[in-house]
């Protein structure tokens, strides 16, 4: 249970005129993609989104791209506009992941995932624990002495609520023996949000995706306490919980689904555009800068694989008391 999905892996813009599939040629419709992106500029929704976006253009397979930031709910704000705006668009993407599946599960919104097109998985993750380079807490089992004495005390930042950075922590409570619903948890709307809130002290600890935080750890701006991989990340010397004594290892994914209505033809020319792309200097490139892990997943197997993350992260959830 405790780790999810890893054993199995392995701004704002408006739509272009006369870009729908049924107001243009085919072959001009190819030239111009939508992309939604559920989060507020700065975090790995973001950057997956646009990092996937030049890789389209670099294979050739898009000209004109178009992005839209809608934050808000671990991503299902933008993926119920997405739904409702882009029916039967055969070149609009929606980036997905983790994050939204949890959201998802915690919040039983109107418009989920099923309504939308699945195209693919793109990639993997993991989380880093951060705080301010000014906090008297240097390591996480400094943080975690904290949260037993008072666990209110503690105000970690992240993404939504029911998010892989809301269900780690929550793993941390329970692994020490604190009530998880005694934590003190501050959801945040992207990931560019939660650094602010970070570096400005409004929280005690953060995490987000290791690229997301990276730039300020290197800088000595941000201390990194704990990465939620099983085994230290490529190129760093930050520990895992493992490592410091707390059986917890969780990882992320993202990738992207397509509009609702589209047919199973325009589902796999998309599918293929997005296959193309991943075989790009760009999109190699993207995921080096990131650390993240190529996790290609397309197909009947993506959509299985979808809604056994569903069922997973409920169980998880149930058993943590966050449902």
Known sequence: MRRIFLRHLMGAAVALTGAFALTVPAAQAQENFKIMIGANPGGGYDQTGRGIGRALQEAGVAGSITYENKGGAGGTIGLAQFVNASKGDPNALVVVGAVMVGAIVQNKPPITLAQATPIARLLAEYNVFVVPASSPFKTMKDVVEQMKKDPASVKWGGGSKGSVDHVSVAMIAREVGVDV????????????????????????????????????????????????????????????????????????????????????????????????????????????????????????????????EHARLRALMVKLGML
Not at 196 to 207: C, F, N, R
Not at 229 to 244: D, W, Y
Not at 287 to 296: D, G, I, K, Q
Request: hydrophobic share 40%; aromatic share 8%; no cysteine.
């Open 181 to 308: 619903a005694k934590i003190n948890y501050v959801p945040f709307k992207g990931g560019g949000e939660a650094t602010a809130a970070i570096l400005g002290g409004h929280v005690t600890v953060g995490t987000s995706g290791y690229a997301e935080m990276e730039e300020f750890i290197k800088t000595g701006k941000l201390r990194a306490l704990a990465v939620t991989a099983p085994n230290r990340l490529r190129g760093s010397q930050v520990p895992t919980l493992i490592e410091q004594g707390l059986n917890v290892s969780i990882g992320n994914w993202r990738g992207v689904y397509g509009a609702p209505g589209i047919t199973p033809e325009q589902q796999r020319k998309l599918t293929d555009a997005v296959v193309k792309a991943t075989k790009t200097k760009a999109w190699s490139e993207t995921l080096v800068a990131n650390n993240w892990t190529p996790a290609l997943l397309t197909g009947d197997e993506f959509a299985k694989f979808v809604d056994e």
